[in-house]
């Protein structure tokens, strides 16, 4: 089967300009994840989708992050205004199990690197 | 707080030495322990779930175990290509079912 998609793969920007990151998961996972892995650090939960519903964004940084995934398929994941600290991996991740009791296995795509100046 | 600790930073092994890595982690209530692969440039891939005190997995010269307090990733005779960052996660039963909390992973070189 195919495996989590992520564009672009690289991005460089300027502090307080704004970028985007599309994700598509694997065909037939309900549940959709965006993590933010800064270099040498484990990956952190920004925003967790099931379809079209957030699950948990706790962690998101409201005043510049923001996702959706419209149609319960895509999901686009957007900072503006980006800072320096903001300079980390983006990954895309999507499981199937979504039922109660077991943590979900989660598929990871290759991540979007971005570098803020 | 929930917390991972992952033991040693960098492990280099030569080929066919083996060892393990250990991961601690403190968390209320433990829904689900995991170990993850990530290569240079790629995202995590999934190696193994532990939910239990006493459960092992295996996979090929991989072998992970877990106890109340921590995991450890055994591996037996390590080929060049097991060369990777290990990182070890969990899930608690407070959190969303996909909220992995994550060490910081430990660096292993395999030099043949």
């Known amino acids: 089967e195919a495996g989590v998609a992520q564009s672009p793969r690289y991005k460089i920007i300027e502090k307080r300009q704004s970028v985007a990151f599309w994700c598509n998961p694997i065909?037939?996972?309900?549940?959709l994840y965006w993590y933010q892995q800064i270099l040498g650090q484990g990956p952190k939960l920004l925003i967790q989708?099931?379809?079209?519903?957030?699950?948990?964004d706790s962690q998101l940084p409201k005043d510049r992050f923001s996702a959706e995934r419209l149609k319960g398929v895509d999901s686009t994941l957007k900072i503006q205004p980006a800072k320096l600290e903001d300079s980390a991996v983006y990954l895309c991740?999507?499981?199937?199990?979504?039922?109660?009791?077991?943590?979900?296995?989660?598929?990871f795509g290759a991540g979007s690197r971005l570098t803020v100046l | 707080e929930d917390q991972v600790t992952q033991s040693p930073e960098a492990l280099r092994l030569q080929e066919g030495e083996s060892s393990s890595l250990n991961c601690s982690y403190t968390v209320s209530g433990l829904r689900g322990l995991f170990w993850y692969r990530q290569d240079p440039g790629k995202g995590p891939e999934f190696l193994f779930t532990?939910?239990?005190a006493g459960e092992e997995k295996e996979k090929e010269r991989l072998k992970a175990t877990l106890t109340k307090k921590e995991s450890f990733l055994h591996i037996t005779a390590p080929k060049p290509e097991d060369s990777a960052t290990y990182l070890c996660a969990v899930v608690n039963y407070g959190g969303s079912q996909g909220n992995l909390i994550f060490g910081k992973g430990t660096k292993l070189s395999v030099k043949p």
């Open positions: 989708f099931q379809n079209n519903g957030v699950v948990d």
């Open positions: 532990l939910y239990s």
């Open positions: 065909s037939g996972h309900a549940t």
């Open positions: 991740a999507s499981s199937f199990r979504t039922g109660s009791g077991g943590a979900n296995v989660l598929t």
